[in-house]
């Protein structure tokens, strides 16, 4: 027994060591951004602080030298959206369409899941080049968005068909049993249950689409994205107005998660309480 507590107690000791270690270099970073954000109006890049102010916020509003803050996150939003509704939309009709095999439907997902493992900064690369040589001009809007698509869409598929392997297919037999359409089991019994999955799906595209910057590079054209502008900031801003951008974006990333996740709890409320006045 004597052994056994202590074998128990190594290997909690070094989980939690290794868990620290985990939040130690996922949020140190981060929070030595936000604190150096704060820096004074003589402030500069690296510690110990000059002084503590918001100045550098609203330095970062005011109109740049170099960089374009505001268009590239307007950008950056559009396309993040658009990429999220995409994903959700194609996810959801190839989970429904992969339910029952058909020819090809095994070389198929291959074929759909394998830019997973080409280089993201390949696929921008080749994107890039056709549109070239086809004589069409990259856009953010238009091979970037493409580019993103390969990028999120693997990752909805694979998200989806897991859930359509836990799917009862049993709700879908009481329906049509009481008199429903297609339309109307999928709508009214499918679709309510999958919706909280979706929403992690289209969170899940839009955060990729959001922070990508690979796949970006070769196709965005003449105007860049957010992580586009930021690199680009970071070999002319020599100001503490980069820790502000940083620390603005990464609170909006946290702001769309939570707003994301409380529409799930939400949803999940609201299925429980039809279900308890059902029963």
Known sequence: MTGTGTRRGLSFYLLAAFFGLFVLFLYGPIATITILSFQGPEGGLTFPMNGVSVHWFKNLFEQQAVGDFGGSFRRSIALGLTV?????LFSLLAGFAFR???LGSGALFYLAVASLIVPSILVSLGIGLLFNILGIEPTWYGSALGAHLTWTLPF???IVF???NRFNPAYEEAARDLGATPWQTVRHVVLPILLPSLIGVGLFGFTLSYDEFARTL??????NTLPLEIYG??????TPVLYALGTLTTL???TVIGLFLAGVMILRRRRLRRTGAVV
């Not at 900031?233 to 020599?238: A, D, E, H, L």
């Open 84 to 88: 999220m509704v995409l994903t959700v």
């Open 100 to 102: 029952r095999r058909f």
């Open 156 to 158: 909805g598929l694979l």
């Open 162 to 164: 897991a859930i359509f």
């Open 218 to 223: 070769m196709t965005a054209g003449s105007f």
């Open 233 to 238: 900031m970071t070999t002319n801003v020599t």
């Open 252 to 254: 909006f990333s946290f």
